[in-house]
């Protein structure tokens, strides 16, 4: 989970003991250490030593709030009281181990799929499904991840049928299109169970010919082999209700001057579909 939210950098750590003042030894074909190391696209690889590691006794923090741990005490004293706060999303950044499955490929479909519609409801027109902006970008975001060439490939082709999916179909245009009080991965944070909770919507607006506020979910699934599209569509509906729920919830506190009712939907690029789900 902290890997696939991460917005500008991850920091992976692992340790391995060798004597001397040898290098480290070659890592396991396949593991984390190997990724960390040698692999592509992994900057700014710091091997640590234990000359290099402060005593436990020595104070990593002033006595004011500084660090993680302060921003998260600022955060908690800004968001108490219902208040929420609004953050300007800068896609996301993955690392891929070297033997991903086909759940893991989906899921790196998925993140990328996000990023290029989001920069498309953000674009001030929307291009024809065959631009060549859209391949640029795709590909400069599957060049963030550590990934076999062959992989690389199979994303890619998938993320641009996605996208060509959504820019020529009405429902996709529409969706993608300039809205009044529109927001685009937008993320929200709110105190729950003493805890800080945070949300990132895929895309709402204010729809100006009939009043309603969309909440919608990207999906970049497909019924199964053999699967009914109805049947499907529902199970989607039944897995992501509860989450849409608490999405319309969020933004009827944040846009609490608005009488607008709200209306949320999961929408297929594979199947250009937009399931309503309240």
């Not at 998925?110 to 640029?136: F, K, N, Y």
Request: contains cysteine.
């Amino acid at each position: 989970m902290g890997i696939t939210r991460a917005k500008c950098q991850c920091i992976l750590s692992g340790t391995l003991e060798w004597e001397g003042d040898n290098p480290p030894p070659k890592p396991p074909a396949g593991s984390l250490l190997e990724v960390l190391l040698e692999g592509a696209g992994v900057n700014k690889t710091k091997v640590i030593t234990n000359a290099d590691l402060i005593p436990v006794e020595t104070p990593l923090l002033s006595d004011t709030m500084a660090g993680a741990e302060g921003r998260g005490r600022l955060a908690q004293a800004r968001l108490r009281g219902g208040e929420y706060a609004r953050e300007q999303s800068t896609g996301r950044q993955l690392a891929e181990p070297l033997h991903a499955d086909e759940h893991r490929t989906e899921r790196l479909i998925g993140t990328i799929t996000h990023r290029v519609l989001e920069l498309l409801a953000s674009a001030e027109t929307l291009p024809m499904p065959d631009d060549p902006q859209i391949a640029v970008w795709i590909e400069r975001n599957a060049q963030r991840l550590v990934l076999r060439p062959d992989r690389t490939q199979i994303i890619c082709q998938r993320v641009q049928w996605l996208v060509a999916q959504t820019l020529s179909c009405d429902i996709g245009q529409w969706i993608l299109s300039s809205h009044p009080d529109s927001g685009v991965e937008m993320s929200l944070s709110c105190i729950e169970e003493s805890e800080v909770k945070r949300y990132v919507i895929d895309r709402t607006f204010l729809n100006v010919s009939d009043g309603i506020r969309w909440v919608i979910d990207y999906k970049t699934g497909e019924p199964a082999a053999g699967e009914d599209l109805s049947a499907f569509e529902a199970r989607q509906t039944e897995l992501y209700q509860g989450q849409l729920h608490q999405y319309a919830h969020l933004l009827e506190r944040y846009f609490a001057s608005s009488e607008a009712p709200i209306k949320t939907a999961l929408y297929f690029p594979a199947t250009q579909r937009l399931v309503e789900c309240s």
